[in-house]
């Protein structure tokens, strides 16, 4: 089988909807490299859009996995307890920020998690109010998409949207309108977001405001600290939650296990999925104790949620990113990376805002203007990182940024070829452009 074959039967029998970026069937992966159907070798820095942080078939998860399935595959938390659930609750209790008492639900999905925190943040405050930003992804289920603040593709056509949802605007420093930096910026912005609460909403109708500390599908925006913290002392003013949707920037991806741990800050809800399993559909919900005992009994559940494959998958996850010392390494990996493209910058302006936190960073790129997207121009990198062989992928509310997402477990030259191929790539597609008249 060629990948253009798999390519034709999939026109034939996949639904339209399910977009594949690359057209390129894997048949293979270890670590940082993925193989095709035709044989053709690519470095992995999509690493299936955060969710191999560890490296693709690492020795550690796939004799985790293999053991659990031999032992057995499943009975459902809800039939009985296996172990491996209570244990995975106990690990994410010491690594979830902050220091208060945690609880632990596990569901499928990165949307799932969201969806119960949801309905946790609900029960738990008596409130209905759920505050969003602009540039959010949560998710495809309906209150993840209502949640969600890109429309095309992932909201026209699915109303009704779920009702109580309000949104304010995320501090997205690079194209704010306030003409502010730092600090004087995020004060205008939770500015604005008290303003939307206290004459749209009502102080005491909000239940949660839900963030993602680095705007994952928005465009790999990092919320600024101060922001952060305005937001937590306000919510604690008003006596609403924070939930914190660590589904994609979690897990060791920017250096620390979860993005908010950069600033001390400890939020009363954290959703995580992607990499939590490596590869095994697992989120979890993982809260303040006071937050998720709110809910009473049988109230939550999820047939598969917790599977003991996945949980085996997530321990064993767990075990490689403190062994190996992988959050020092996400950071050294990350610093490489804002340092190799921020002088690249310098030489080509159109590569507008370098930004991120640990190893997620994206790379903004505008039209000669200095400020216009330049969706097309990212799509022709990403087309010639591919033919060069690599994988990276776009992101963005507005499609000009391209994410980095490379394994935080990588060798040094791994990690140079990437980053050769991208400044190659890069250039060429720069030089490509037509010259204005
Ligand atoms: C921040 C964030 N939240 C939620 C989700 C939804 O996760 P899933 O696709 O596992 O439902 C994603 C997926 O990209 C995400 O990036």
């Known amino acids: 089988m060629s990948n253009r074959s798999i390519a034709e039967r999939r026109r034939m029998a996949v639904a339209r909807a399910a977009l594949s970026v690359h057209p390129i069937s894997p048949t293979r992966a270890a670590g940082a490299y993925v193989w095709d159907a035709d044989g053709k070798r690519y470095l992995d820095w999509t ?40 244990t995975l609750a106990e690990r994410l209790a010491t690594i979830a920020p902050g220091p208060s008492p945690k609880r632990t639900f596990l569901v499928n999905s990165g949307a799932e998690a969201v969806e119960n925190a949801v309905k946790i943040a609900r029960v738990a405050t008596g409130r209905q109010g759920i505050v969003a930003f602009t540039h959010a992804f949560h998710g495809r289920t309906h209150m993840a998409l209502s949640l969600t603040g890109k429309a095309d593709p992932y909201k026209a056509g699915f109303a009704p949207r779920a009702a109580e949802v309000y949104r304010a605007h995320y501090p997205y420093l690079y194209r704010n309108p306030f003409g502010l930096h730092g600090d004087a910026a995020s004060d205008a912005y939770l500015h604005q977001l008290q303003d939307l609460v206290e004459t749209t909403i009502g102080a005491g ?85 006071e937050v998720m005992d709110a809910v009473g009994p049988g109230m939550l559940g999820s047939t598969f949620g917790g599977n003991p494959a996945a949980c085996a998958a997530a321990l064993a996850t767990i075990d490689v990113i403190e062994e190996e010392g992988l959050l020092a390494r996400s950071q050294v990996i990350g610093a490489a990376l804002s340092r190799r493209f921020r002088a690249l910058q310098a030489r080509a302006p159109r ?37 060069n062989g690599m994988l990276v992928l776009p992101t963005g509310t507005y499609g000009n940024v391209i994410r980095l997402l490379p394994p935080i477990r990588m060798s040094d030259d791994e990690l140079e070829e990437g980053i050769a191929t991208l400044e190659a790539a890069i250039s060429t597609a720069l030089a490509r452009e037509p010259v204005p008249a």
Not at 64 to 76: D, P
Not at 207 to 235: D, N
Not at 253 to 260: E, I, K, L, S
Not at 264 to 270: A, I, K, M, Q, T
Request: contains cysteine; hydrophobic residues 50%.
């Open 47 to 86: 690493v299936g859009i955060a969710v191999m942080n560890v490296g693709h078939s690492h020795p550690r998860v796939v004799e985790a996995v293999q053991r659990q399935v031999a032992e057995f595959q499943h009975l459902c938390f809800a039939v009985g307890m296996h172990e491996s659930y209570v």
């Open 205 to 289: 109708e909000v239940a949660a405001f839900i963030l993602e500390p680095v705007a994952g599908e928005g465009g790999f925006i990092p919320a600024p600290a101060a922001f952060l913290r305005g937001l937590r002392v306000y919510a604690d003013r008003i006596g609403a939650l924070w939930i914190d949707d660590e589904v994609q920037a979690g897990m060791g991806r920017t250096g620390r296990w979860w993005a908010v741990d950069h600033y001390g800050l400890e939020p009363d809800l954290v959703a995580t999925a992607k990499s939590l399993a490596s590869g095994f559909p697992l989120g979890a919900v993982v809260g303040r104790a």
């Open 351 to 387: 590569l507008g805002d370098v930004r991120g936190l640990g190893a997620m960073v994206g790379l903004e790129f505008v039209t000669d203007d200095g400020h216009t997207p330049d969706p097309t121009l990212v799509q022709q990198i990403v087309a010639d990182c591919r033919a």
